[in-house]
């Protein structure tokens, strides 16, 4: 198809299809839409906007259409994104399930297994969670100790599991298990189960943040029927290492802030500095000037990033640099809006704050180089796989 | 005078640590901030520090008081950041104390003795904006009667909401940003018409919104020359500044130390997290700024109580560089925690959070080095 | 289009690679140097870089060139920036040839012919000041007859001694600072009343202090519109400015490149110093750096080759991340090769000086982040 | 003494006795005063204020007046030092015999050692070099080959040295040799001799500056006679790490930048810009804003370090800090002079740039953070000497 023509048509949908509602810049976290069996929408337009893109497999543009997504081609894809965000329009649907586990289920999964979970990935019918790490494993994530036995038809799962996103939300889990104890990367299997399941309990962890979003998630004599195994026996480090690369791809996008384009723009509405002057803190201009140098140019970064992604010129470790990059971005947008934003910024639950949304933004930053491997990790990896650095 | 502390200083220093560890840590802050407690501070603990004599400790011996300088204060509120302990000290015992400093005889006898036994405390009022600008007062004070009649806000007051005393700014003359027509006034906490909106902060404490609505107050209210209170504010803001400076050093130096506590123990990859040379490298630096900005802190405090010539200057240069060292130490410190630091049950978030409040408090790393340029005639 | 090279591209760029590892290496430039080379480049390489094409990449195909773009140019610039050539490429092929796009048929006829055949280099003359400021210009251009009369300084004009033609911004109205009377000018290197004074630089290139005096030259000699040439410059600073970046990228990755190959083999305390996991973090931040600068000039390039608008602030983003990258490669670089980085007879040195004299080239990382500050409305 | 009246003392002698000229900021490494047997001085005043200040002890006031120095107390040194640097006045003689071999020798030398080289360094007769580095051996500095063997009444010293300061003008090195192949730390002495003693070669290291203050050093069969040892025979390795650190104290005082207070006040010569407006570089200022803070805090950190050291209050371990900060800020010191002196700057030969004066300081500067134990030597010092930390 012509790609000229796809993009004419392609705004033409989306200028018809997406409420205006959805063409809002996201305010807080509650903007987002999660989607699975206990659905919450803001807005009907938010639920109409899903139900729009899932129709047309656009939830998942380069998915086969077999799974629920739109089959488009890579340049295809690539012009749906550059309208979309030419719109302003928001992400029908935040899921683990497109960003994590589908890339990896599309590579390994059985045939059933794709069939069965990802148009439902897709749709925004089951929402995922991530069970990888352990207390007491942290960044060597390979170091994990819970067990899944095998009882003939299915596994029997057992041990704790921490850090879990949304855990208390979520409807499934695709969770790393040891299956041998007596090796180390080659002792772990990749299962998927229902979080209904009987003996699995979850508990929020309170974070400096104030929020919840992680729990600790326990799982004591959990039946795994046996096909929901993905990938080999005792080969499940290969489809994790597989999927984080897709995790860092995911995070680093952080650093991009939600579209907007410059950080100077934004802090000057949070300092009220009237629209014609210059901000009147020339410190925090110009560390303001010169994050929006590393912002713009990380965001041509990712686009080269997705650019040589799709055609297969991407470095395997290239993940671990954007993850690190973008993450370290991100943390310094919110310190800088946090010092635009000055007394105001530090009110925790004020109304005018927005109970405290950019205190909370701020310290929930602070995550970003910890989860999903944290920036010292990231920096190995580089160092070892991209740049040849010998170990001692 | 050598730059370190004196043998009669150290053993302040001990006595204030072992009795803020002892009565004032971490959990002290905690469990006040679980009971969502609305005075911000335990009056109890508050008593104790009067106790020992804290609260007069920059008051005059002829007015009661310890007669000590801003070494000894900063030596508590040293300790005070590495407990994160609430307490109005800051507010009360070195601003308010310095600004009664230039007050009549009968502010200060008002005053002093209600602070010395704990039956005051107090605050400042300077910030409009959300930055700390603090020749930028739009708040009025006009003459009314033998006195003057005050209208207008002011924002991020510590403690505001239960202070007994409040210094404000006013502007009785001049445009706002104009250091010439400001005017101090120490206006009670209970004036007709003076009204506090307590918000609670990132860190637990308190701050208010302050609206004055024709608060009336006596020509004696006024500290310090009518439309010439510039010079006297900046003396205040020095000595407030080198506490902050103080606080944010016992911050910084905590959090390094919980931290460093915490990678000599966690383990990762069969060997304690604190031996990886990346790790080793960043928390020398740490340490190395830490140490740097407690000579400029202290630097400060000395020149303060020698009541040097361009002492402001060097206190520009403590609160900035103690502002660079924290924020440091807690970014470092989270991040060196790793998933841990992000959860409220360990003590690390709780360090980044106090350590904001103070960046900002009196101006913040940022605006204090462009004030110190502009000195520097650039 | 994709952002990365397509095929074409890469055949040019591992072709570009090969004649300059092969041609143009770093003991080129130290040949050069060693002999106080006067002309400041080689005219025998400069002859082959013609013989490639390259001086005509992005002369129109109808004018004789290769009718190709910034991403080709750039192709060119980063390998000369591995091997730190020195060449006139950068002011002749891209400054002088995206200048004459603006010009009359009758300039383009007399110069595009030279350049393509190598019978003549040029340079831009911008820069008045120590610091680049295109908008500040005092050099004056008068009537007189049918053309002008031009007089005054301009500063850090490369290969101004040896160029046959410099493309001068003057003003004709407005005062210094305004954008608006200015004007350009092409003015024959030997014309009367022009005196060039060379400067070796610290890389051991050759920048000229330039004086005009009454310099006359024809009307047709100006670019652009008389008075409303702000708008040919900024397009012609556009392209230099995209193209110092492609070569700033170049430095920093071979930069980058001898310091791996060194502390790879670099033994200290019986392990390769590249195995200490403090380096090893700094290297692969270096390398991010390198990589998100490669990325954002890639952009701009494509950008400017789409005439896309607002392409000036990708440029704006390329060449100051390109600078932050580079001069951390150059800082890395050094450190990381200990003292042997401190002699002259390792590379590592003469690639810091390269990319200091690019960064302050057409403005600096400073002066580009402020201005994308401004078009930021902050 | 009361120390008032020792301040207004020295005040008026200083007045009295310092010529005009030596209190001119120091505008390059020429005016310096070196001094030994081969003394160049660049001035009548500058060899007039050394004999003035020698025959005080002056240049190294806090010596033993036995040694040719002043006898001060540290309070009384302290006292000197700020009035030379209120009346702004040059430093009478730089010497690595005062700052480096002198308190080595005070600690470590035997009597005689003592009477016969001390007031010689104090009165700036004999000029020294340090012979430490050995090419190979880099930051491990202990790994060093230089071989001194056993001849009954002399050492007979074969192999080479590196990085030797100002060999080719010195008159006498300290220099570590290998004493017991066998052993690696505890296998090495500390030698003095005359480098005019047969068999001693050296050849100027073309720098990155274009300048050539390091040599490489050889020794083919130079006797240096048993009395010349320094310590105890194989416990040299002790007093070479007592010396490095007042190396380091001295290196670090590289970041208070000669005494200037403000580099936005430097810069804005450099920059010609017109006295009564603002640095019209608003990033550059920002940057030199945090600087100057910075800087004004090391220099309260150096004189606490100077005071913590002569009360014994000082951590062993502290002057690797100073040396890593003091360093670290002066190549920034340079590096925001480079930018404020913008094309100017980069002129290598011209006279308007003092024949590249900014350009060879700047690349000059790169070396603080190598020379005298890399920044990275500090910082495993400070981790594990101050901090405590593991190792793996």
Sequence with gaps: ??????????????????????????????????????????????????????????????????????????????????????????????????????????????????????????RGEIRWCQGYSEPGAGSDLAALSTRAEDRGDHFLVNGQKVWTSYADKADWIFCLVRTDPKEKHKGISFLLFDMESNGISTRPIQLISGQSPFCETFFDDVKVPKENLVGELNRGWEVAKYLLGHEREMISGFGLGDGQSSIGKAARQAAETAPDERLDDPLLRAQMAVFDVRAAAFRAMTERFIDELKAGRAHPAQPSMMKYYGTELNKIRHTLLMSAGGSDALEWDSTRSGGGAAARAWLRSKANSIEGGTSEIQLNIIAKHILGLPTA | MPLYLDDDQIIMRDSARSFMADQASVAHLRSLRDAADPTGFSTDLWKRFVEMGFSGILIPEADGGMGLGHVEAGIVLEEIGRN????????????????????????????????????????????????????????????????????????????????????VSARTGGDVDERSGVTLFAVDGNAAGLTATPQRLLDASLASRLTLEGVEVEADAVIGEVDGGWDTLSGILDACRAAAAAELVGVADAAMAITLAYIRERRQFGVPVGSFQALQHRAAHLYSEIEVARAAVLKAQQRLDAKAPGAGRDVLVAKAMAGLA?????????????????????????????????????????????????????
Aim: proline content about 5%.
């Design chain 1, 1 to 122: 198809m012509d790609l000229e023509k796809f993009r004419t048509e392609t705004r033409a949908w989306l200028q018809a299809n997406c409420p205006a509602e959805m063409r809002e810049p996201v305010r807080s976290d509650a903007d987002y839409c999660w989607g699975g069996r206990r659905a919450v929408f803001s807005s009907p337009a938010q639920q109409q906007w899903l139900q729009r893109m899932a129709e047309r497999g656009w939830t998942v543009p380069d998915w086969p259409t077999a799974y629920g997504g739109g089959g488009l081609s890579a340049a295809e894809t690539k012009v749906l994104r550059e309208e979309i965000a030419a719109l302003g329009a928001r992400q029908p649907l935040k899921s683990f399930g497109i960003s994590m586990l589908g890339p990896a289920l599309l590579k390994y999964g059985t045939e059933a297994q794709k069939r069965e979970h990802l148009p439902r990935i897709a």
């Design chain 2, 326 to 378: 924290a924020s440091l130490a807690a970014r470092e410190g989270v991040q060196m925690h790793g998933g841990v630091g992000m959860t409220d049950d360990y003590d690390i978030g709780l360090y980044m959070k106090r350590g904001r409040v103070l960046e900002e408090l009196f101006g913040d790393t940022n605006r204090l080095a462009d004030r110190l340029a502009q000195l520097n005639g650039y």
């Design chain 2, 84 to 167: 994160l302990t609430p307490s109005p000290f800051l507010s009360t015992g070195v601003g308010v104390v310095t600004a009664l400093g230039s007050a009549t005889p009968m502010l200060r006898e008002r005053w002093y003795p209600a602070i010395l036994t704990g039956r005051a405390i107090g605050t400042l009022a300077i910030d409009e904006g959300t930055k700390h600008h603090p020749e930028r007062i739009a708040l009025k004070a006009e003459r009314s009667g033998k006195g003057f009649r005050l209208s207008g806000e002011k924002r991020f007051v510590q403690h505001g909401h239960v202070a007994d005393v409040v210094i």
